[in-house]
């Protein structure tokens, strides 16, 4: 499956080498900025981090009391962005779903703005156990409603963390599907019914 570029340049970006050549190189920073450009839909905004960016690229002030203090103030604004649906309806279709958990497409400069994008799942969870291929950057998701239960609260957590995970972890490695429009309102929907459905295959 196909990584899309925001991911690989949060990556990029989230590292402790970029972020120390960043503060102490005028060099490198002309290099960065040289090195990009804007093509299609991909836009040279895509390269300046936001707060919550900044704060991980110092993993150093992160660990600190003091950085663990920030964190805490970044995770709640992070919160503050989270919508609930505008329709009340957090499940759609859990095949629909499985769709987008599989496609890794959308947002790169080949793409077009009509392009759907995918979730890209697969790249970092294990969901379902008859796929074979996945990572293992985050936990599995097999039996996700099964084994946590279809309350409420696991169903708002559940939205909360897939539309910006950062509001839990201000240095999650997840991307911030709602908070950046990777993903919109009807895709989510399809990502919490392959995750919470208790039809889905996910959950049997």
Known sequence: MKFFLPI???????????YAQQKQD???NRMMKDSFRSQGIAGLDRIVQDATQRF?????FASSPAGLKKAEELQKLNMATIAPPSDGQYLGDWKNGEAIAQSGRGDTWSDSA????????YNCHQ???KEIAYGNIGPSLWNYGK???YSQEVVSYTWNRISNSKAYNACSNMPRFAHFKI???KQIQDLMAL????????NQ
């Not at 991980?56 to 150093?60: G, L, T």
């Open 8 to 18: 690989l340049l949060a990556l990029l970006w989230s590292s402790t080498t970029v």
């Open 127 to 129: 969901i379902n156990q």
């Open 56 to 60: 991980c690229s110092d993993p150093k």
């Open 183 to 185: 993903l919109d309102q």
């Open 26 to 28: 005028s060099q490198f």
């Open 147 to 149: 084994n946590r239960g």
């Open 114 to 121: 009509s392009t759907p994008n995918g979730g890209g799942c």
């Open 195 to 202: 995750l919470l459905d208790p039809a889905s295959p996910v």
